[in-house]
């Protein structure tokens, strides 16, 4: 099963009509998000929580890391750098952190609210290498977008 983003984000949309709470909204995209797609193993937010700090949000899949520094991973990467981390092979990314064995691959994308700053990022997880592509990274930009500028 492969996401079918438009009606991942139409199916979104409808979901979370009218909701402004940052949790619930994150809570909502992970549990579509994580559902619509075999390659995902492991979905979730890390959340800026204070100047240069992740803390883990709202997830699907096994534990995670609670905290990640800006300067750490394919997270801090992404929040580094506000710009989408699509990391084929994880082993030859310096600094990714293993929470999970099992992962092969991942996308990371920044979370930017209506005003421009950064609120999280979303990381997904592959057991398979290579899993993600421009598709993925275009879909999943489109609805972080759509959501989150409304806050
Ligand atoms: N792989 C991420 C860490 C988060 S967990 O895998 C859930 C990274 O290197 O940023």
């Known amino acids: 099963m492969t996401a079918d983003y438009p009606a991942l984000a139409a199916a979104i949309a409808s979901l979370t009509a009218g909701e402004t709470d ?3 909204l994150m809570a909502t995209v992970v549990c579509e998000v994580h559902h619509s ?4 193993d492991w979905t979730g937010f890390y959340r800026v929580v204070e100047p240069e700090l992740l803390k883990i949000g709202p997830y699907q899949g096994g534990h995670g890391c609670l905290v990640i520094p800006f300067s750490r991973g394919v997270c801090g990467a992404a929040a580094r750098t ?6 084929a092979n994880v082993e030859s990314f310096a600094g990714h952190i293993a929470c999970a064995t099992s992962t092969r691959s991942e996308i990371v994308l920044p979370v930017h609210d ?20 421009e598709a993925d990274s275009d879909g999943l930009s489109a609805i ?3 959501v989150f500028s409304r806050l």
Do not use: Y
């Open 22 to 24: 940052a949790i619930a």
């Open 37 to 40: 797609d075999s390659r995902f």
């Open 82 to 87: 506000g710009k989408v981390q699509r990391v």
């Open 114 to 133: 209506g005003k421009g700053e950064l609120i999280a990022v979303f990381d997904i997880d592959s057991d398979r290498p290579d899993a993600f592509t």
């Open 144 to 146: 972080l977008a759509s």
